[in-house]
């Protein structure tokens, strides 16, 4: 009887060849993560994204729940800085929390007089509210603040300057109106198309 090699070699060789890239590829294989129909875990090994950028990036999203979820863990890792106050009033906003917000920023900008984007959402929040006057007042403040710079403030001031001056052509054009997140920090109420 003949060896088993002698009767196939080309067949053996294969298997063997095959063999080899297999065991070559599990070994390859070994320092990834388990190929797995589950989410990865979390990899302690890498530093957390800063959770201030995250709420930022579901505020851009639109996202406003889950934004103001991130900006509370933030609060826990950095304390209850304007920064992340004024996030927070931003994501109340978002929601249509309008008191809230306002609480929010009005201690914003008692802790941060000289914050334009602060007064420029809370003139936005006091527009919403229908307080008007004190409206123009407050983004009057932010426009000075930020010397004029910033076209969002700019054109929220021209705006509640035009609704003060004819009251009744624009009382009812609330629905021709809505918020805009502008920036990181920054709302503009924007004519609807």
Known sequence: MAPLGARNPPAIRTFLLATAILSAVAACQSDELPQTPYAPGVDLRKDAVDGVEVAQR????????????????????????????SGMAGANLGLGRLNQAEKMLRDVVAEEPDWPEAWNNLGVVLMERGKTAEAQL????????????????????????????????????????????????????????
């Open 58 to 85: 579901l505020m851009a999203a639109g996202q406003y729940e889950l934004a103001l979820d991130a900006y509370t863990r933030a609060a826990l890792d950095e304390g209850l800085t304007p920064e992340i106050r």
């Open 138 to 193: 407050v983004f009057q403040k932010a426009y000075a603040l930020d010397n004029g710079e910033s076209d969002s403030i700019r054109d929220n001031l021209r705006l509640a300057l035009a609704k003060v001056e004819n009251p009744d052509n624009t009382v009812e054009q609330n629905e021709d109106y809505k918020l805009v997140q502008e920036g990181r920090s920054e709302f503009a109420i924007r004519k609807t198309p």
